[in-house]
């Protein structure tokens, strides 16, 4: 402690299992998540609660558009890696999207404007209910450091075999200079923020 901090990491016994349960992405100017202040113990506190901020409804585009990946295909990856003092998180989402179809060109073509012009948000539900939040923009109403996400690398493809493949792979990677933030606020909170939704 005299030179830093250290910190134990422990889970309670149990069983967990991977894979993405649910994926949505947003606008990063749409929403505004509420954290807690830092404290020795915990550096990177999780997000409590999320708002739509001013100006932003979700009869007008705001809020989370789900991200229909086929099951069991969703990854999540992010790669630390160290040159002198600068740390660096490479961000990999990848999943599997059915049918090659005008539909599938024009969400891709969604995916390219915000990745040139604006930002890819992120939320994700993991099969253990646990949700993470990428590429965010404002905490506690002001904005943090850049942390961008784009369409990197997807494809659209029709195998050639009958029971081939048909629809494209989702591949949307960024940096950044940590990971993850968990959201406590429980996924029953996210329900009026998601595009389509009825009660």
Not at 127 to 146: L, Q, W
Not at 149 to 170: H, R
Request: with cysteine; glycine share 12%; charged share 15%.
């Amino acid at each position: 402690m005299l030179g830093y901090q250290a910190q134990s990491y422990q889970t309670a016994c149990g069983t967990l299992s991977g894979g993405i349960s649910e994926l949505f992405w947003f606008d990063p100017d749409d929403l505004n998540f509420t954290q807690a202040a830092a404290t020795a113990a915990l550096l990177l506190p999780p997000y409590t609660a999320v708002a739509l901020r001013a100006g932003a409804t979700v009869a007008t585009g705001g809020g989370l558009f789900p991200i229909g990946i086929e099951e069991e295909t969703g990854t999540f990856k992010a790669t630390q890696t160290i040159s002198g003092r600068s740390v660096k998180w490479d961000y990999e989402i990848v999943g599997e999207l059915a049918k090659m179809s005008n539909s599938l060109t024009n969400f891709m073509a969604r995916l390219d404007a915000a990745s040139v012009c604006s930002n890819i948000g992120l939320v994700i539900v993991d099969t253990t209910g646990t949700i993470h939040v990428v590429a965010e923009r404002y905490v506690n109403d002001s904005v943090i450091p850049k942390f961008k996400m784009k369409n990197d690398g997807s494809v659209i493809e029709l195998g050639a075999a009958f029971d081939g493949k048909n629809g494209g792979t989702v591949s949307l990677k960024g940096v950044y200079s940590r990971g993850p933030l968990e959201y406590t606020g429980g996924r029953a909170s996210l329900d009026a923020f998601i595009e389509g939704y009825t009660p």
